[in-house]
């Protein structure tokens, strides 16, 4: 029987992580027997076939995941709008037996794509007529099967979360802003940034809130008459509050109320006519498209070209996006999401902001709000009295991100009326009394760095420093606590609560946010200064690679995570690595033994690089050293073996886009249950996590239902299932049958 043959074309603007996906399609085909093509040029290659229309091998994707744009080429094809296109296009796959095809681009490539499959028929039997293709060749292909994923850095589909890009384009922006912001404080000066987004703010109002930048717009949220006024008086305050610096975020579709263009010259002039100063322009243009792809922009894109692939082999002949909701994987209904998409430029263009907003889904309304309070030069609502007084403390290993959520309870506690104290050096700090006021201003610098300007310690104190611990915070007359930390500052949180039956003093609220590169927290998928780290680890992974290309050479790379395995496992399917060994999973002698002979056996073929990752806490015995030992002795002088620990590095550096985010989302959830908590005179012990994409508040005294306290893990670990499609993706020898991933559902648009 004839294998099955699928198609994989990039058309449209290119995005960093198509390569991803391009590689994750042709190897999932490769891994079930159906045989991959590649359509170079985009819908050109597919009208003028040819080599343009290549079979590709395991071996033409190597190498390609660290790398921006797309190997197979993109471009936009006039002929392929004309019915003459689509049928030499028809023509072209018929000829070969492909009759199932993966289509990467944007709205409109899918649109172009979704045609094609529903003029199929009628342009098959106008070949037969012409002589150009026979009847067997027609009945053997009826349909075309297709499936799609979005590669756009707007994120600017409706139904799914991210696009394939947004994530690293956010990083360029980002980037840029963290840059430009010290030269604009050196100089006392304004700077306007303009990114892309012709229809869809989500770039510019993200990376407004990321970079901690002063003003924002967005298409979806034109400003109201007279905004000329308002940003000049925003700006005005902040520099008489002491800011040095102005940073404001234009993205290239904002418009006003009116329908007329907000552009950067626009918004300068405005500036130097009601301020007098000269500010700066700068338009980041296509470096937002270039570079490498980030981590998240290598592992999702993995796993939707794995799905994408499966869905065509199984396919019903309906045409689906896959993409991703709620941290899952969900069938999109090709053309009614597009159509949600379009409908968002009609909403705007009909003054109906609110829905245009709410088609971008809660969190994004969420975070205009947010912004709206957070880039306040001064507090947006005054109180006469403070309605309490709430401490913040950093509990646990440091995770970048930490200052962001600090900074984010700051200046949403002031909001809602409180008055907000640090505790310097974690808990032990509560014991000693170092006590710290923090007002608007103290927090201004700390959304885009790293470390914990507060401190940060492992250690609770024992229980007869509690009766200390209950002193101070009597004495300072504190109302509420907020832990932000990881599993310590949970466990410290319940014996707190524990407490209460000695020490009356601990009769309050207190609420933990999960900031810990391990991920190892309850009903949290993703936490503070996870992301990070797992760039941090590609980004090293990346280098290693390199300096391995000139020689044969096996590397065993060890990342943290304690029991957790995550880092580990997203690190190996983000860098292609061809093995991995998680602490859930443990390492057996046998193993080890296969994977040896794997591996020498890889390099008798001409293998020149094999990367190996390793969890620190993957076995007691089996270590990083004497896994390098085993392997250098093994392969008997046929390739080299050098070992490489990551350490503390993943702690490290400013939190990525993602983490700033995730922290400013969940400090808002935290802020928001202790000022309900404080209302109500309720003493509530509660954690915030984020499961399937929603903050929800759960209380710590149930912790145990969904955490393990034997592992230190929580009891349900969404990625683990993902070890398999690493596998797939980067061995061609690995022979365990794919396996469908869940999909989320087929029904959301």
Same mark, same amino acid.
């Given at each position: ?99 199932? $095809? ?21 342009? $098959?039997?106008? $070949? ?133 263009? !907000? ?17 700066? *322009? ?95 030069? *001064? ?83 024992? !229980? ?48 933990? *946010? ?126 080299? *073996? ?28 935290? !802020? ?70 869940? !999909? ?6």
């Amino acid at each position: 029987m004839e294998p099955v043959k699928i198609a994989v074309l990039t058309s449209g603007g290119d995005a960093q992580g198509m390569n991803a996906i391009v590689r994750s399609v042709i190897r999932t085909a490769l891994h079930v027997g159906a045989k991959p093509f590649a359509v170079r040029e985009g819908w050109k290659g597919a009208v003028e076939g040819g080599d343009l229309i290549q079979e590709m091998s395991w071996s033409d994707v190597s190498d390609i995941l660290h790398r921006g744009g797309t190997i197979i080429g993109t471009a936009r094809s006039d002929r392929f709008r004309e019915r003459e296109g689509m049928r030499d296009a028809v023509k072209n796959f018929v000829t070969r037996g492909i009759d199932r $095809l993966v289509s990467i681009g944007g709205d409109g490539t899918q649109t172009g794509t979704n045609e094609l499959r529903e003029e199929w028929s009628s342009l $098959l039997e106008e $070949l037969v007529d012409r002589g150009e293709i026979t009847r067997e060749q027609a009945d053997a292909h009826p349909k075309l099967y297709i499936a799609g994923v979005v590669g756009s850095i707007d994120n600017d589909l409706v139904g799914t979360d991210m696009t394939v890009g947004a994530d690293s384009a956010l990083h360029r922006i980002i980037d840029a802003i963290d840059a430009i912001s010290s030269t604009a404080e050196s100089h006392r000066r304004s700077f306007i940034i303009e990114v892309m987004g012709r229809h869809c703010g989500y770039l510019a109002l993200m990376s407004a809130i990321a970079g901690g930048c002063d003003y924002v717009f967005v298409p979806e949220h034109p400003p109201a008459d007279g905004w000329e006024d308002d940003m000049s008086r925003v700006l005005k305050e902040g520099r008489d509050a002491g800011r040095r610096d102005s940073i404001i975020i234009v993205a290239e579709g904002a418009m006003d109320r009116h329908g007329e263009k !907000i552009t950067s010259e626009r918004v300068k002039n405005a500036l130097e006519e009601r301020l007098g100063e000269a500010a700066r *322009v700068t338009m980041l243009g296509h470096v937002q498209r270039g570079g490498m792809p980030s981590a998240y922009d290598r592992w999702m894109p993995t796993l939707l070209g794995y799905t994408a692939t499966l869905e065509l082999i199984n396919s019903d002949g309906d045409a689906y996006i896959i993409g991703t909701r709620r941290n899952r994987l969900v069938k999109l209904p090709l053309m009614k999401a597009v159509q949600d998409t379009r409908a968002v430029k009609t909403y705007t263009a009909e003054g109906d902001y609110e829905a245009a907003i709410g088609a971008r889904g809660a969190s994004y309304g969420e975070m205009v709000k947010t912004f709206d309070v957070l880039s306040a030069p *001064v507090p947006p609502n005054g109180h006469a009295k403070p309605k309490g007084r709430i401490a913040l403390v950093h509990v646990g290993g440091l995770a970048p991100g930490m200052n962001t959520a600090a900074r984010t309870a700051v200046r949403l506690g002031i909001d809602r009326g409180y008055e907000m104290v640090g505790i310097k050096d974690g808990l032990p700090g509560l014991v000693d009394g170092k006590l710290v006021p923090l007002s608007w201003w103290d927090v201004e610098s700390w959304s885009s760095t790293g470390g914990a300007a507060l401190g940060t310690r492992r250690r609770i104190p024992s !229980i007869d420093e509690f009766y200390a611990m209950g002193r101070t915070i009597e004495d300072a007359k504190i109302d509420g606590i907020m832990i932000i930390g990881g599993l310590n500052g949970f466990e410290a949180a319940l014996k707190m609560k524990e407490e209460r039956q000695r020490f009356s003093a601990f009769k309050i609220p207190i609420i933990c *946010v999960p900031a810990s590169i391990d991920n190892n927290l309850p009903l949290t998928e993703l936490s503070i200064g996870t992301d990070t780290a797992l760039n941090t680890n590609v980004r090293v992974l990346n280098q290693i690679k390199q300096s391995a290309s000139a020689s044969r050479r096996c590397f065993v790379t060890e990342t943290m995570g304690r029991n957790s395995g995550y880092l580990a496992l997203m690190s190996a399917i983000a860098s292609g690595a061809e093995q991995v060994y998680l602490a859930e999973t443990g390492i057996t002698l046998a193993q080890l033994a296969d994977d040896t002979a794997k591996m020498v056996e890889a390099f008798e073929r001409g293998r020149s690089l094999y990367l190996v990752v390793r969890n620190e806490y993957a076995s007691e015995h089996y270590t990083t050293d004497f896994l390098t030992r085993v392997f250098e002795e093994e392969g008997a002088g046929l390739f080299d *073996v050098r070992q490489s620990v990551i350490g503390h590095q993943q702690q490290g550096g400013n939190p990525s886009p993602f983490d700033r985010l995730l922290a400013v989302r969940l400090v808002n959830k935290a !802020i928001s249950a202790l000022d309900g908590y404080l209302s109500e005179g309720k003493d509530d012990c509660t954690y915030v996590g984020m499961t399937e994409g929603e903050i929800k508040v759960h209380r710590l005294s149930h912790m145990e239902e969904h955490w393990d306290p034997e592992t230190r893990l929580p009891r349900d670990q969404w990625w683990l299932g993902l070890k398999d499609v690493a596998y797939i993706v980067s061995d061609p020898n690995f022979d365990k049958p794919a396996q469908v991933l869940p !999909i989320l559902s087929t029904n959301i648009g």
